[in-house]
């Protein structure tokens, strides 16, 4: 670890990963390092040894809930959207090629006291009993005007300019009613709260289009898992790293990020000093640079089966908008199973999660417990969402923000590429780099 770095990486968290991989493939010498044993930091996923370690002081798991090795627990759910920029990254960089997706099998959401599965195909929608007769026809006018809206074609915009009119606006226009808005703006568009409404309408109609798109592709759920649950994702990356030389060191203290002048020059672990001129970390390794923006709620829960009413399904997304709780943010729950290799068969995992409103957060979680089933064991996680203060110009120290509430990797990418440009001065541009089968190819021909 004695030697010279261009970029010192700390945390192996996936935002950390993808950029120590994208920077390694640019020529730069990078160390990337984890107080952990395990990848992953904060979003890892952990085998029931480690879950007990982390939440109930090392006590082994009961024999009931089968064996460690058939658990992937992770600790911060979230899922890829089939289109979203997760998946461009993964394909750009053909860190696929390490990993294994699989579907999640379906998207519901609670309306009215009852779960009801968010329709994906015309078909269902048809059917589906989250709308009257009526409200359908206004809906369907809806959705046809969001899909063929486009920008920069003002005879697409029915005198509606998204990029000033305000959703709420949007919305009175096609006279919806609010379980139907509250439906659009949180199981489909995914926002956790309703300040959406005042903002302009563009923003809103992304979200749904990336939802629908993503839905249309696989045809189930907008939503993939890598198998062997979410570490598998930073672990990819690192692979990634490794093959363009950069150096990974997991159960690693870090004892003190060292400067001079005011900049970075280094990173101390015991007596060994790694010098460099760049460090990229997660909030935890720089917590003094770094401010709450809010705090989450977890439950991870080991169920004793599927989720009841949602035809047994194997994993899904559930949505509570918070206007049907009489909340200002949504819960959310996350439920994969051992279709993805995450848990032992006869069980399923679920995460219940929503932004801290309160000070007991347990209660405000207590509507999605409600619909979990028969409950094995359950583990509270209650976090500190973390933003740096600073953008790293200054001292070269580059800090990602925590996790946040939402169901998916969206602004984790956008965390990447706003790190990214901060880091290189330059836009993130993916480029796509040979395939498994291209490189094959090419190592034939040279032989
Ligand atoms: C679970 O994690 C512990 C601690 O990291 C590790 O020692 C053990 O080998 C793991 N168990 C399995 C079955 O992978």
Not at 93 to 116: H, N, P
Not at 185 to 206: I, Q, V
Not at 382 to 402: L, M, T
Request: aromatic share 8%; glycine share 6%; with cysteine.
């Amino acid at each position: 670890m004695d030697e010279q770095y261009d970029v010192v990486v700390m945390g192996t968290g996936l935002t950390e990963c993808i950029l120590s991989g994208l920077l390694s493939i640019e020529g730069k010498k990078v160390l990337h390092l984890d107080r952990n044993d395990y990848y992953g930091g904060e979003s890892a996923s952990l085998n029931l040894t480690q879950l007990y370690r982390q939440f109930r002081d090392g006590a082994s798991p009961p024999a009931e809930l089968g064996r460690d090795r058939d658990y992937n627990v992770d600790l911060i759910p979230k899922f890829m959207m089939a289109n979203g920029e997760l998946v461009k990254i993964l394909t750009h960089t053909d860190v696929t090629r390490y990993l294994e997706f699989k579907q999640i099998a379906g998207s519901y959401v609670y309306r009215d006291g009852k779960i009801a599965k968010v329709p994906a195909t015309e078909m269902e929608a048809v059917n589906s009993p989250l709308m009257g007769l009526l409200e359908k026809r206004r809906a369907k006018k809806f959705f046809e005007f969001v899909q063929t809206y486009k920008q920069d074609d003002p005879s697409t915009h029915e005198g509606m300019d998204a990029a000033v009119t305000s959703m709420d606006a949007v919305y009175k226009h096609f006279g919806l009613e609010p379980g139907t808005i509250d439906f659009i703006g949180h199981a489909l568009a995914l926002h956790l709260e309703d300040s959406y409404l005042s903002r302009p309408a563009l923003e809103t109609f992304e979200r749904i289009t990336l939802y629908m798109s993503s839905m249309a592709r696989w045809g189930k759920s907008p939503y993939l898992y890598p198998r062997y649950g979410l570490s598998e994702l930073p672990q990819g990356f690192a692979r990634l790293s490794a093959i363009y030389g950069g150096t990974y060191m997991l159960d690693k203290k870090v004892d003190e990020i060292v400067y001079e002048n005011g900049k970075v020059v280094g990173v101390r672990s015991g007596e060994e000093v790694a010098k460099c001129t760049q460090v990229i970390c997660d909030p935890s390794y720089a917590s003094e640079k770094t401010r709450k923006a809010h705090r989450v709620i977890r439950a991870i829960c080991v169920l004793k089966g599927p989720i009841p009413n949602t035809e047994d399904v194997d994993s899904l997304q559930l949505i509570i908008p918070q206007n049907q709780v009489n909340r200002k943010n949504d819960i959310y729950i996350a439920s994969v199973s051992s279709s993805h290799n995450v848990c032992e068969k006869n069980h399923q995992l679920a995460i219940v999660s929503t932004v801290i409103e309160t000070d007991k957060p347990e209660e405000e979680i207590a509507p999605g417990l409600a619909l979990l089933g028969p409950i094995a064991d359950k583990f509270i996680q209650i976090a500190d969402i973390c933003e740096p203060v600073q953008d790293g110009k200054e001292d070269n120290v580059f800090i990602s923000k925590s996790y946040d509430a939402t169901s998916h990797f969206e602004t984790v990418c956008d965390d990447v590429k706003d790190l990214y440009k901060r880091i290189t001065g330059n836009d993130l541009v993916l480029k796509q780099r040979p395939t498994q089968e291209e490189e094959q190819q090419e190592m034939t021909k040279e032989n």
